[in-house]
């Protein structure tokens, strides 16, 4: 079965760091694209950017870049999400999903799960 | 930056009825990359259409896309009680991907 599962929910401070994390199955993760999305709640979908595992390649959403860092493993066929410094405005949902061709420019087919980001003083 | 408008809003219909949702691009996407994705609360979205017309894996044929350039649509033939959730248009074509604002399907 292709699926992805994510890290379980957070509770940070503002000012922390956090590393959260997409770990691929049933596929060859290096070969699919894998995008992360945003939800605040009760709000929508927000693209924030996507990588290609197989040789990191990168890239960012303006409303994202330099916030956040995305990254990838294939060793672990994981992706990552990570923050240096988190704010109030990062609480939300955040979704990783893989594309469902292995080119950049396609529809998110397998979504993970979700993990929960909640910062608060 | 392209821009999705969907509407309407919320759309308050009976099982059994037709369902059409629309969404509007800011400009003429290429080759139709536009996706349709329905999220249940406390659920990830799930992807039901892409290509703009092209349904998804397991996805009942009630569910059908249309559309082309600026214009598409989201059409579930009869709703059955599963199908009351939000559903958003996506677009995939340009470097900034981007997710219209959601058109909320409830229980009229």
């Known amino acids: 079965e292709v699926q992805l599962v994510q890290s379980g929910a957070e509770v940070k401070k503002p000012g922390e760091s956090l590393k959260i994390s997409c770990k691929g199955s049933?596929?060859?993760?290096?070969?699919?694209?894998i995008v992360w999305v945003r939800q605040m709640p009760g709000k929508g979908l927000e693209w924030m950017g996507i990588?290609?595992?197989?040789?990191?390649?990168?890239r960012y959403s303006p409303s994202f870049q330099g916030h956040v860092t995305i990254s990838a493993g294939t060793s672990t066929s994981t992706a990552y999400l990570q923050w240096n410094s988190l704010q109030a405005s990062d609480t939300a949902m955040y979704y990783c999903?893989?594309?469902?061709?292995?080119?950049?420019?396609?529809?998110?087919?397998?979504w993970g799960q979700g993990t929960m980001v909640t910062v608060s003083s | 930056e392209i821009v999705l408008t969907q509407s309407p809003g919320t759309l308050s219909l009976s099982p059994g009825e037709r369902a059409t949702l629309s969404c509007r691009a800011s400009?003429?996407?290429?080759?139709?990359?536009l996706a349709w994705y329905q999220q249940k609360p406390g659920q990830a979205p799930r992807l039901l259409i892409y290509?703009?017309?092209s349904r998804a894996t397991g996805i009942p044929d009630r569910f059908s896309g249309s559309g082309s350039g600026t214009d598409f649509t989201l059409t579930i033939s009869r709703l059955e009680p599963e199908d009351f959730a939000v559903y958003y248009c996506?677009?995939?074509?340009?470097?900034?991907?981007?997710f219209g604002q959601g058109t909320k399907v409830e229980i009229k």
């Open positions: 999903a893989r594309t469902l061709s292995t080119w950049d420019h396609d529809a998110f087919e397998i």
């Open positions: 049933g596929y060859s993760f290096s070969r699919y694209w």
């Open positions: 990588i290609y595992p197989g040789d990191s390649d990168a």
């Open positions: 400009q003429s996407l290429s080759s139709n990359y």
């Open positions: 290509g703009a017309s």
């Open positions: 996506q677009q995939y074509g340009s470097s900034l991907r981007t």
